[in-house]
C-alpha cells in the first residue's frame, strides 16, 4: 500500500483557472507536508510546506492540510502555462527528521493556453 | 544560491561494472540524500547522510552503498551495475537550521545500464 498517494493525471485546466491537486496520506500521525514542482527534465524545487490544519497562502498558490482526513491539497489560482509541470507531495512522519520524508510520485498538470 | 552539483548528466554503462555518481554541494549543509526516481513511482530513498561519516539506509539500499568524507561530498556507489539500476539518481540537501526536510536537488543523473 502506498503511503502518499496521487492521482498521476494528466490534469488539463485552462489558463486563468484555478488548478486543484490532491494528495493522500496513510500515516496519521504524519507531521509535516510539501509540495515540490517539477519541470520535464529538470530535478524538483520546493514551492510550499504547511505543519498545521487549514489553509496557507503564497501568492497564487494555497496549501490546504485536514489531518483528520489524512488530506492535503495545493491550489493554484490563476493557472499560467508556465505552472505545466509535475507536482509531488511530500509527507514526513517526523517534523525534524529528513529520514522520513515519503513522495507520492506525483500529479501531472497541463495549463493550455 | 544553494547550489547541488552532480557529476555526470548521463551515464552509460554495462552489467557488472562499478559506478560512482558524486553530489557535492556548496552551502555547508548537513543533511545529504540520494534518490531514484522512475515513473509511476515517485522519489524513492537509497540512503542518507546526516554527519561526515554518518549514513542511513532509506527505503531502497540493497545493490548501492555511499560515502560521505568531508561535509559538501556525498558519493553513490553501484558495486556490480545491474539493468534493473537503470533510473533517474537525485542528490538532494538540506539544512537542520533551515529546515530539514526543505531540499535543494541536484540536476540528476540518469543511468543506463546495458
Known amino acids: 500500500q502506498k503511503e502518499v498517494e496521487q492521482n498521476s493525471g494528466p490534469l488539463s485546466v485552462p489558463e486563468g483557472a484555478i488548478a486543484s491537486l490532491n494528495c493522500t496520506y496513510s500515516?496519521?500521525?504524519?507531521?509535516?507536508f510539501f509540495w515540490y514542482r517539477q519541470y520535464s527534465g529538470k530535478s524538483p524545487e520546493l514551492i510550499m510546506f504547511i505543519y498545521s490544519n487549514g489553509d496557507k497562502e503564497d501568492g497564487r498558490f494555497t496549501a490546504q492540510l485536514n489531518k483528520a482526513s489524512q488530506y492535503v491539497s495545493l491550489l493554484i489560482r490563476d493557472s499560467q502555462p508556465s505552472d505545466s509541470a509535475t507536482y509531488l507531495c511530500a509527507v514526513n512522519l517526523l517534523a525534524g527528521s529528513a529520514r522520513q520524508l515519503t513522495f507520492g510520485s506525483g500529479t501531472q498538470l497541463t495549463v493550455l493556453p | 544560491d544553494v547550489k547541488v552539483t552532480q557529476s555526470s548528466r548521463y551515464l552509460v554503462k554495462r552489467t557488472g561494472e562499478k559506478v560512482f555518481l558524486e553530489c557535492v554541494q556548496d552551502?555547508?549543509?548537513?543533511?545529504m540524500f540520494w534518490y531514484r526516481q522512475d515513473p509511476g513511482l515517485g522519489l524513492r530513498l537509497i540512503y542518507f547522510s546526516y554527519d561526515v561519516k554518518m549514513k542511513e539506509k532509506g527505503d531502497i539500499p540493497e545493490g548501492y552503498s555511499v560515502s560521505r568524507e568531508k561535509k559538501e561530498r556525498f558519493s553513490l556507489i553501484l558495486e556490480s551495475a545491474s539493468t534493473n539500476q537503470t533510473s533517474m539518481y537525485l542528490c538532494?540537501?538540506?539544512?537542520?537550521?533551515?529546515?530539514?526536510?526543505?531540499?535543494?536537488f541536484g540536476a540528476g543523473s540518469r543511468l543506463t545500464v546495458l
Open positions: 500515516d496519521r500521525g504524519s507531521q509535516s
Open positions: 552551502m555547508d549543509h548537513e543533511n
Open positions: 538532494a540537501s538540506s539544512s537542520n537550521f533551515a529546515g530539514a526536510n526543505v531540499l535543494t
